[in-house]
């Protein structure tokens, strides 16, 4: 293995659009409520307009030589954002602030989990974080059935906050309320 870790302009995001897809195929294939809820879930339909409505974006992918093999996606938003038809991610009088931080997207490939690279890339991604002095408040947002990203990031520090969309989502924050 020859990884390098790698943030990604703007403009180059599409170097991630296969590991993206895998990510919602993933999910859904571990979803045991409402997977089909990822039947229109795509790179297109939720990392690029996640990219274009968020105020700071954060893209790290690690390459295997030149096959892209793992990414997080980290970005900041007030936090009106997360209240919408779909849903309600979280109690807004519970958010100290008008903005967030949220690890959006993570995914590693299989055959290269177990070697460091998520905690690599969690560290990563919370270290462009917590340059934002002004945000106190974390957030993950963890699809049903992926139990072992659930145990991760509680490895991390973070904490079962509430489900939403009965169950669908579980979501995690950096403290308890």
């Not at 699809?143 to 990031?153: I, K, M, P």
């Not at 973070?158 to 403290?175: A, E, Q």
Request: proline fraction near 2%.
């Amino acid at each position: 293995m020859n990884l390098t870790y790698e943030v990604i302009a703007d403009e180059n995001i599409a170097i991630c659009k296969d590991l993206c897809n895998e990510l919602m195929d993933f999910q859904q294939s571990v979803a045991y409520i409402k997977p089909e809820l990822f039947d229109d879930m795509n790179f297109e339909s939720r990392l690029v307009p996640s990219f274009q409505k968020a105020e700071h974006n954060y893209l790290v992918v690690v390459k295997d030589g030149e096959e892209a093999v793992a990414y997080v996606y980290a970005n900041v938003n007030p936090k009106t954002v997360y209240a919408s038809d779909f849903a309600t991610f979280f109690d807004m009088d519970s958010v100290e602030g008008d903005k967030v931080g949220c690890l959006s997207q993570f995914y590693i490939k299989e055959g290269y989990r177990q070697y460091g690279i998520g905690t690599k890339l969690f560290q990563m991604a919370f270290d462009w974080l917590k340059t934002f002095e002004d945000i106190e408040d974390h957030f993950i947002f963890v699809s049903n059935g992926n139990d072992n990203a659930l145990e991760f990031y509680k490895r991390k520090g973070f904490f079962v906050s509430h489900p939403i969309l009965d169950g669908f989502i579980t979501v995690l924050r950096n403290k308890e309320v």
